[in-house]
């Protein structure tokens, strides 16, 4: 065999795919950023089922192996409106518990009876509260979960100016609720079966321990979930 001819047959073998090449760098390169992604994830959220039937409609209980799922914004600021979990050691069976934001510092909260029924107040402004059990069409046409809060809300305001309890709790002489530096005024959408801040007060900041994000409904996978969320690929 020439010379030539075995440089030529060295040179067939040794040549690259730069095609192939590319797609393998790109696999690892997605691989990486998915990776990643993953890591990062993990660390700004946790996940975890919903106990308890406070944040109904919103969040919904199915059992015990059965419920919503919500992920935890650890690191996330709030405000009105958001839906918080809380740290609560005493006065409640859980550890933690999951309301909505409604007040915070410097805030006057206040929950009356006006000719049209029982308002939440906040800087005497009612709020529109279209999220709550008791708007129209719930299952409570009379009102009842507000008639709870409300009388929970006087009952806590009653014990802490006898010195009932002891709380951070400020209220002024028209008896309206004033949140104080870190503290946060939250309620359950649930108001006839909700222990929240109508009973025991504002809660600290110290208290939060992140902001929920997403709300995953029973029966839809996560990741489907989340693919279709940042992808908009819709595989359910």
């Known amino acids: 065999m020439k010379k030539f001819d075995v440089e030529t047959e060295n040179l067939i073998y040794t040549k690259k795919n730069f095609f192939v090449q590319y797609l393998g760098k790109a696999f690892v390169l997605i691989c990486g950023i998915i990776a990643a992604f993953i890591i990062l994830f993990s660390i700004i959220y946790e996940n975890a089922p919903v106990f308890g ?31 918080i979990v809380l740290k609560k050691d005493s006065g409640v069976d859980l550890s933690h518990i999951i309301k909505r934001v409604i007040g915070l510092p410097g805030d006057k909260i206040e929950i009356k009876q006006t000719q049209d029924g029982i308002f939440v107040f906040r800087n005497d402004e009612k709020l529109e509260e279209s999220y709550i059990f008791d708007a129209d069409g719930s299952g409570d046409p009379h009102n009842l979960g507000m008639q709870t809060t409300l009388q929970q809300f ?62 995953i409904p029973y029966g839809t996978a996560p990741f489907y979930y989340f693919l279709n969320y940042y992808t908009g690929i819709n595989l359910m």
């Open 154 to 215: 006087l009952d806590f305001r009653l014990a802490v100016k006898t010195g009932e309890i002891e709380s951070d709790a400020v209220f002024d002489d028209n008896g309206a609720l004033i949140l104080q530096k870190n503290q946060v005024f939250v309620l359950g959408d649930n108001r006839g079966n909700s222990y929240d801040s109508s009973k025991y007060g504002p809660f600290e900041d110290e208290d939060v321990v992140g902001c929920v994000d997403f709300i």
């Open 53 to 83: 039937v406070s944040m109904q409609p919103t969040l919904n209980p199915y059992g015990a192996n059965k419920s919503d799922q919500v992920y935890i914004n650890r690191f996330a600021n709030y405000t009105y409106g958001d839906i």
